[in-house]
Every structure is written in C-alpha cells, then in structure tokens.
C-alpha cells in the first residue's frame, strides 16, 4: 500500500504565525484575555510539568499517558489528534513511538503550540526559566518529528474533514470548554466509525453553565450513551498530581476518565456540525 503523506488532514489555513496555522483567527482582545497565552507564567510551568522529567525523576502523569495508551489501537498509519495539546507530550510521545501515524496537536493558545511546535517538530532545545518556582533554568534538547503537526484551533470547531480521525483524545480541556456537549458533536464528525474519543479532565469547571449542565459526572455519562456513543471505559476517580515547585508542593486532581467509541450507525444529527470549514 502507497505511503500517505503526514499532514494531509490540515485544509489551507486562515494565517500563518512563524509556522503555525491558524484555523481561527483569535482578536487581539482573546490574547490579551488568554491566561494560557502568558509565556512566563503559563508555557514555562507547562513546560516543566511536561518535558522536564529530570525535575521530577519522572513524568509526573506517566498514570495518563498510560491510561490513554491502554485504549489506543494497534495498527500503522493511523490517524490520531490531540485537542487542547499544550506543549505537546502525550501527542510527541505518541508520534515518537508510531513514525507511520499521522499526528496532530490542536491549541487555543499560539504560545503553547509555538512552544510544542520548536520541541517537537523544529528539534530547538528549549530553556525556560523555572527560578520563580525554585528548580532554577535548564536545556530541553528537542525533537525533530516529520509526523507531527501543530496548529492553532478551536476544540469545537476543528479543522479536521468528516470522518477523518481514528482517534480523538483530549485531556484537561473538556471543562474548559463553553459548550463541552456541543463539542461532544463535532469530535464525533471528526471520527470515522469506530473511531474513538478518550477524554479525561478534572471537571473544574470555569463557568457556571458547566457545573449544572455537566456535573455530576453521570449527566455525561447519560449524555454519551443517548447520542449513541458505545461506553468502553468510565474512571471515575482518576486521579493526578502536579507538582508546582521545587518544595514538592501539589495540586491534587480528581478527574474523570472516560473512552467512548462511534459506532457504525452514530446518526449524522448528533455529528455537530457539518462542513469542512476552519474559524469561527
């Protein structure tokens, strides 16, 4: 069977900033808005969370990563995209692993995937300044992955063709969302049947539409199994521990985890929406 090219899932985007593709065209006003656009505060924590295992004498979520790997199908050349990939771990993982896989990471945030984009694709090797949280600066050699692709998008107006995607998975982004429901439709397009969406997320929601519409955790749960999806996995607890400095201190997650698969005759109603179309 002929090779397929990497990347030919990504249409023409709207814009280019130094090498990433913009699939929504984010106002001055969103930047400024955007806590996770602060590179100081935000990219370089999520860079020593992520990519700087020395700090921590191990991944600190090695226990998600090897959650979403539990569930991830055996095969080459599959199709495989994180929403919401910050600086780009558990997608660079992935990639790094399967060279015959065609991988994308998707963010909001230009910062975190300019940041994830020279780690992992460009091969910078990167040193953040970690002093404000006691571990001082070191050098991250990156990577240089031809099967990885960033772009900036958002996580319920994806890029992506129909039925495209043999996996889907996003972690720490569905409570972020302002319509995580509407967002179950569209990642349901985006997969092929059979296809599978893994989502974990601590369910700290931002906004107060999330906690009644989504909280407790079985209105999900009941959601999923009526727009069709077939339930493999439901955790809940899973939990999680970030470490915030070098004194050991923590934030304790409680997340839920869950793996829902397409099935073959998902209605094309509960699919969001329907064209091909990046922005907003």
């Not at 899932?9 to 814009?15: E, I, R, V």
């Not at 090498?19 to 100081?40: L, Q």
């Not at 569930?71 to 993982?93: F, H, K, N, Q, W």
């Not at 969302?177 to 990642?187: H, M, N, R, T, V």
Request: proline share 7%; glycine share 8%; aromatic share 12%.
């Amino acid at each position: 069977m002929e090779e397929l090219p990497k990347g030919r899932l990504l249409p023409p985007a709207l814009s280019f900033r130094r090498g990433i593709p913009f699939y929504y065209e984010k106002s001055e006003a969103e930047f400024k808005a955007d806590v996770y656009e602060r590179y100081d505060e935000f990219v370089n924590r999520q860079t020593a969370l992520h990519l700087a295992d020395e700090l921590h004498g191990a991944y600190p979520f090695q226990s998600l990563k090897k959650y979403i790997s539990r569930y991830l199908p055996c095969g080459e050349r599959l199709t495989v995209a994180d929403i919401g990939c910050s600086v780009g771990r558990l997608m660079g993982d992935l990639a790094l692993a399967n060279p015959s896989w065609d991988c994308y990471g998707i963010d909001l945030s230009y910062q975190m995937v300019r940041q994830a984009n020279d780690f992992w694709v460009k091969g910078q090797t990167l040193r953040p300044n970690l002093i404000r949280y006691g571990w001082g600066t070191l050098e991250l050699p990156g990577q240089n992955l031809t099967n990885l692709h960033f772009a900036l998008a958002k996580g319920e107006r994806l890029p992506f063709s129909d039925a495209s995607l043999d996996v889907l998975f996003n972690t720490f982004l569905f409570d972020r969302l302002a319509s995580p429901f509407a967002a179950l439709g569209e990642w349901a397009r985006v997969l092929m049947p059979g296809g599978r969406l893994i989502v974990v997320s601590p369910l700290n929601f931002l906004q107060p539409d999330g906690w009644r519409t989504a909280h407790p955790p079985v209105k999900i749960l009941d959601y999923l199994q009526q727009q069709g999806w077939i339930v493999e996995d439901w955790t809940d607890p899973l939990p999680l521990e970030e470490p915030m400095d070098a004194r050991g201190n923590m934030v304790s997650w409680a997340c839920v985890a869950f793996v829902v698969r397409k099935s073959l005759g998902f209605s094309s109603a509960t699919n969001g929406r329907q064209d091909n179309e990046g922005g907003s």
